[in-house]
């Protein structure tokens, strides 16, 4: 056993779950717009019929509101992803790769 064993299973794994990530993450997010596409025509059909009335400036303050919630000033993630280097790069460039397949 080399020296080496332990950073490259590190940078295999790392590239291997960035990928699969990224990828996920892609899919996933084209599904979220599909759906808030649809979610925002309905809101402006029903308010071009006068069934509703759509406070716009609220709406956008709530999803800015709740976008800093998730996301937070500092994401946990980030602080263990760069914790272990090998990894973290790994996985960033797994990632990459994942996403733009995805």
Do not use: C, H
């Not at 084209?30 to 308010?47: D, E, N, R, S």
């Not at 800093?68 to 980030?78: C, F």
């Amino acid at each position: 056993m080399s020296e080496w064993d332990p950073i490259l299973f590190q940078l295999g794994v790392g590239a291997i779950t960035g990928f699969i990530v990224g990828y996920a993450l892609k899919k996933i997010l084209k599904i979220l717009i599909v759906i808030m596409g649809i979610f925002l025509l309905a809101l402006a059909y029903l308010q071009w019929n006068g069934v509703i009335r759509v406070d716009y400036a609220t709406l956008i303050g709530k999803i800015e509101n709740a976008t800093k919630t998730l996301l937070g000033e500092s994401t946990p993630l980030i602080s263990q992803i760069t914790a272990n280097i090998p990894f973290g790069g790994s996985f960033l460039a797994g990632f990459y790769i994942g996403y733009k397949k995805g």
